[in-house]
């Protein structure tokens, strides 16, 4: 391109004989930007299964990821929304696991490795839920980030709901209870667990 002049246009011949050169036609090359962002996230959670949450920064998720730190801006303008991108996968695959379950025909132990899947019972989810304490602190400096915590919110209110609609259905739950009213109660127990297990590891059955 000459500076101040319309680009300069090869005649067709010419652009023939360029392709012949280069082996065939000049395709441009197609980008999956949803399977790049997804490999960020994956790179970053290898970091932090790997070497802790603590590890997790933009030059450390662009070096697992073989990415420059360019590129993971490209995709995510802060640190924060990866983790919130993450986030937002583990509440799917959680969802995903409780409504695989036939929750029509429980038992009692069925009932409470149910309830198990959504309490960070392991190093591996603990280092995961980790990434959810990351996000609720990251959320006082940045509101954008609020939904994700709210939709968790709601993911883990929305399962225990269900899981006690099923102990109903199985005879677990006595038809006088109000399943509303113990889906918040379990919902709290949850999230005190979660954070007993985070906190004090030693406290928290494998």
Not at 165 to 190: F, K, P, T, W, Y
Request: aromatic share 2%; proline share 4%; glycine share 6%.
């Amino acid at each position: 391109r000459v500076s101040g002049h319309s680009p300069v246009m090869l005649p067709r011949r010419c652009r023939g004989n360029l392709d012949s050169a280069l082996g065939g036609p000049i395709v441009p090359k197609i980008v999956d930007h949803d399977a790049r962002r997804q490999a960020i996230v994956e790179a970053m959670w290898r970091v932090v299964l790997r070497d802790g949450f603590a590890a997790v920064s933009v030059r450390s998720v662009a070096a697992e990821a073989e990415m420059s730190k360019t590129m993971i801006g490209h995709y995510f303008a802060k640190q924060a929304d990866v983790l919130a991108l993450a986030v937002e996968q583990t509440i799917d695959s959680v969802t995903e696991q409780i409504d695989a379950d036939d929750l029509d025909e429980l038992t009692l132990d069925r009932a409470v490795s149910i309830v198990l899947t959504m309490i960070p019972t392991t190093k591996r989810r603990r280092q995961e839920a980790s990434v959810w304490l990351a996000l609720l602190a990251e959320s006082e400096r940045d509101p954008d980030l609020r939904p994700v915590l709210s939709h968790l919110n709601a993911s883990v209110l929305d399962g225990a709901r269900q899981l006690l609609d099923g102990m109903r259905s199985s005879g677990l739950l006595a038809q006088r209870r109000d399943v509303e009213l113990e889906a918040r109660r379990l919902h709290a127990l949850i999230d005190g667990l979660s954070l007993q297990s985070l906190t004090d590891p030693g406290s928290a059955r494998p």
